[in-house]
C-alpha cells in the first residue's frame, strides 16, 4: 500500500467526518486488488475470512463513502442489489447475463464514437456515461 493511496483514503474519510482506521484501509484495499464485481456482503465476508475484525455497518458505511467519492464504481446489475468493483484508469462497459449473473466488462470504440456523434448531433458533449446491457444467452 502506497502512502499516496493511503492519503487519498484519509483526505476522503475526512472530507466526510470520518476517521481513518485499518478497517477502513482493508476495505479499499479489498476492493482494489480484486478484479470481481462484489456485493458489500461478499466483501464483508471476505474481509473476516481473511481475518479481518470488521464489522458489517463499517464495510457498508466505508463502501458508500468510497463510492460517493469515485474511488470505487457500484453498478446497479437490475435485481436490487448493487456490485462493486475498483475504479480503473481504464473505461470499460458491461454485459450482464440475466440467467447466469455472468458480468462481461467489454470496450468497442466503435459504440463510443457512435455516442460522441450523438451527443454532438443534439448539441451535447459526453462527459461520461454508465453503459449496461442486460443479456441472455442465444440459443
Not at 26 to 48: F, K, P, S
Not at 55 to 84: E, P
Amino acid at each position: 500500500m502506497s502512502n499516496s493511496k493511503s492519503q487519498i483514503l484519509i483526505d476522503v474519510l475526512k472530507s466526510e467526518g470520518m476517521r481513518f482506521t485499518s478497517q477502513r484501509q482493508a476495505v479499499w484495499d479489498d476492493i482494489r486488488n480484486n478484479t470481481e464485481h462484489r456485493d458489500a456482503e461478499e466483501i464483508y465476508n471476505q474481509l473476516r475470512k481473511k481475518g479481518f475484525k470488521v464489522s458489517r455497518a463499517t464495510v457498508y458505511r466505508t463502501i458508500d463513502v468510497l463510492a460517493k467519492n469515485k474511488l470505487i464504481r457500484k453498478m446497479d446489475v437490475g435485481d436490487g442489489k448493487s456490485l462493486y468493483e475498483p475504479r480503473l484508469d481504464d473505461h470499460h462497459d458491461h454485459m450482464i447475463c440475466i440467467e447466469t449473473g455472468d458480468i462481461i466488462e467489454f470496450f468497442d470504440e466503435d459504440l463510443e464514437n457512435l455516442q460522441d456523434k450523438i451527443a454532438k448531433d443534439h448539441g451535447y458533449k459526453v462527459v461520461r456515461h454508465v453503459h449496461q446491457l442486460f443479456v441472455k444467452p442465444i440459443k
